[in-house]
């Protein structure tokens, strides 16, 4: 197939870097999803209790930048399976604290555990320094440091 342009899609950053996304996170999917039927920003919820412990929807929001409409679902399905409870703040009504239940814990840690070996495998194809390097640069992109 003859190229009409030269723009270097391949080499164009945002595609690159989504691209990655999707390869580095298809093994790991298939085990939150196929273990435990969650979706991608069920398990991001799920992760954010685990790690940071009693938290509104919105402080996930900000922390995770995930759209608000896709943390309530998320919220919604987790609570129906009863991996996390969902208690009124009394000061303000509108606003949830969510944690997560004994379940829910379980599941994290038997997650959490998957996602650190995960992690390993992917990162040892780079030396400690490539490694350490693209953490960094990766967070400067994402706004994170």
């Known amino acids: 197939m003859e190229k009409k342009d030269d723009f270097d899609l391949e080499n164009f950053l945002p595609f ?9 996170s298809l ?10 039927g969650l979706l ?9 209790l685990g790690i940071y412990g009693r938290m509104t929807a919105k402080e996930i929001g900000q922390r995770s930048k995930i759209h608000k ?8 399905r987790l609570a129906e399976r009863r991996y996390l409870t969902r208690t009124r703040d009394e000061n303000d009504r509108r606003s949830e604290h969510l944690e997560l239940t004994p379940a829910g814990e379980a599941v994290y840690r038997d ?8 992690d390993a495998r992917l990162t040892a194809q780079f030396t400690r320094g490539e490694n350490a390097l693209l953490r960094v ?6 706004g994170m440091g």
């Open 27 to 36: 093994a790991f999917q298939k085990v939150y999803k196929s273990r435990y």
């Open 69 to 76: 409409t896709k943390i309530s679902r998320a919220v919604q």
């Open 16 to 24: 690159l870097l989504n691209q990655a996304a999707e390869e580095s």
């Open 111 to 118: 997650l959490r555990g998957i996602a650190e070996d995960y």
């Open 40 to 48: 991608r920003t069920d398990w991001r919820v799920l992760f954010h």
């Open 137 to 142: 640069m990766l967070r400067r992109l994402a």
